[in-house]
């Protein structure tokens, strides 16, 4: 096996900033991992790198519940959804977990994966910054890679299971977008497990 810099302890990605959601709660009892979705999320739609006046990036609050709904017109559409990502990678490669990995973190929503529901129960949501109309950023895809081969080595059973959100709820979703690279990141994984 490759090295890479990558890893995980106690549920935590060396690599990722903490920043604790509330919006998290326990797996089933004896629920496997063996699941990873990505997502694009930006906000507002379609902005990148947009932060509150305490300059704390607007997905962040959002999946902290700390989002001010009167800072943007489309935050009175999503005004009390509580979600959250295992991950989250921005533009430039930082990472920010949110939920530990043993838990159960809200992203997928109503969902269906290889005829399981509740995808949530099994899976680790990582969250891209981006749109469905733009590519992602080099840094995006080190960051994901690296996250994605230490997932692979704490939860085994996730190496046959990378999909997306609209793979899972595709009559909702459309994320991580037809710009989404999945040969790439395929690659990119591959050459460090």
Partial sequence: MK??????TDGRLSSADWL??????H??????IDTIVIHNISLPPDEFKQTDKNDLHYVKAFFTNALDWEAHPYFKTIKGVEVSAHLFIERDGNITQFVNFADRAWHAGQSSYLGREAVNDFSIGIEMEGSDFQGFTEAQYHALAQSIAAIYQAYPATKNHLTGHSD????????????FDWVKLRKMVSELV
Avoid: L, W
């Fill in 20 to 25: 604790a959601s509330p919006n998290y709660n």
């Fill in 27 to 32: 797996r089933p009892q004896n629920m496997a």
């Fill in 168 to 179: 899972i709820a595709p009559v909702r979703k459309t994320d991580p977008g037809e710009f």
């Fill in 3 to 8: 090295t890479h810099t990558s890893t995980i």
